[in-house]
């Protein structure tokens, strides 16, 4: 049984594809990456597109931001309305596999033709969700929007009404190409996006399996704190806060809460020695000053063994997500040992079990995000996953997913 796993590139969002197709690997099952960019790998099983089908991507993007893109409200996150695309169905890697697996593949990589020329190989297609926009018109996020329900007639995400009701547009596009596929399949990482794409009117109607993203738990696991920020060089007396770098202006990531949470800590907790450890970005002086504590950045975290030495060092991780699927990093801190604050909201309950293993702030809420960070550290709580997370567990719920679509 040979698996193909489509995918935009291996960095960020390519790391579920990755992580994915390693475990298939090591479990047995022949596995493959195709994705438009080239993977910055040696690997055979790994395959990028041409340097033209990346050209085409990115006109792609430059006609979407003129078409598109500038009438959307910067505070309601990323639209997508593919048009260009690249066919890759006769790809050999597409070609000589039995079943195909979707990932994250927008911004200009493929659009809706380009699902249907899969489709039509007769070979089970199943699309991995890692957000929303395979279930919406367009949105990647639909905040607290529930037009996805029903048709998406005049998006909250535009600024004004436009010639072209885009999200209607792309709805009924979807709503065709589903309506006739019956090789189709989708896989949810979180029961959140679980319920999401059962109340789609996309995909209400469509077979929908819930399997957890894999994590390779060899790499992250507990290590000993204090060892750990002796090698960061961070005082092993300091209490760590640690959270992902963000852009400030980004819809998704709540800064502005978690800003406002620090602030709270500041004046309300008594712990003298705490320190800020910030990765997926080198100094930032605009969010060092906004920090009330001593900082220090990581940088872009490239190694997964840097990370869970990152993670280990911290004594409660922070994730102000305001619309988020499955986050990596709460996934990769619980898995090593350090509890997680954060806000209920999406599929972040799945994994942080109140007061267990971390804190599950009210939404939107500065003030609980803040009494979350203290009761874990006063708490000292450690963090860990639960069962459902198992890779073996994970890779079995898999094999019996293409054994069913194969049959």
Known sequence: MKITHIQFSMSSAGSAAFRLHTAFLAHGID???????????????????????????????RLQAVLIRKHIKPDKGLFSYPILGNDISKHPLVANSDVIYVHWVLHGFLNLKNFEQLVSLGKPVIFFLHDMWSITGG????????????????????????TIDWAASEFQKKKSFYSKSKNIFFITPSTWLQGC??????????????????????????FA????????????????????????NNP????????????????????????????GSNHNQQIANTIPFKTKFMGYLKDEYISALVY?????????????????????????GTPVTAFRTGGIPDMVIHKKNGYLA??????????????C?????????AEQFNSDEIIKKHKELINEVTL
Request: overall charge neutral.
């Open 252 to 279: 998704y990531k709540g800064w502005e809460y978690l800003k406002s949470a620090l602030e709270i800590l500041k004046s309300s907790f008594e712990l003298v020695k705490i320190s800020a450890l910030i990765f």
């Open 362 to 375: 009210d939404y939107k809420d500065a003030k609980d995000l803040a009494e979350g960070i203290k009761f």
């Open 139 to 162: 949105c990647h996020h639909s905040f607290e929007c529930e037009k996805y329900t029903t048709a998406c007639i005049k998006c909250p995400m535009f600024d004004k009404e436009t």
């Open 225 to 248: 704190k204090q060892i750990a920020k002796q090698i960061l060089n961070i005082d092993p007396d300091e209490t760590v806060i640690a959270f992902g770098a963000m852009a400030l």
């Open 312 to 336: 280990n060092a911290a004594d409660v991780f922070v994730a102000p997500s305001l619309a988020d699927n499955l986050p990596f990093t709460v996934l990769e801190s619980l898995a090593c």
């Open 31 to 61: 596995s493959s990456i195709l994705s438009l960019l080239p993977p910055g790998i040696a690997d055979q099983k790994i395959m990028g597109l041409r340097k033209r089908n990346k050209i085409a991507a990115d006109f792609d993007q």
């Open 377 to 385: 550290i006063n708490e000292q709580l450690s963090g860990y996953l």
């Open 197 to 222: 794409t059962q109340k789609s009117a996309l995909t209400r109607d469509k077979p929908i399996f819930y399997i957890p993203n894999i994590l390779d738990r060899t790499i992250f696991k507990p």
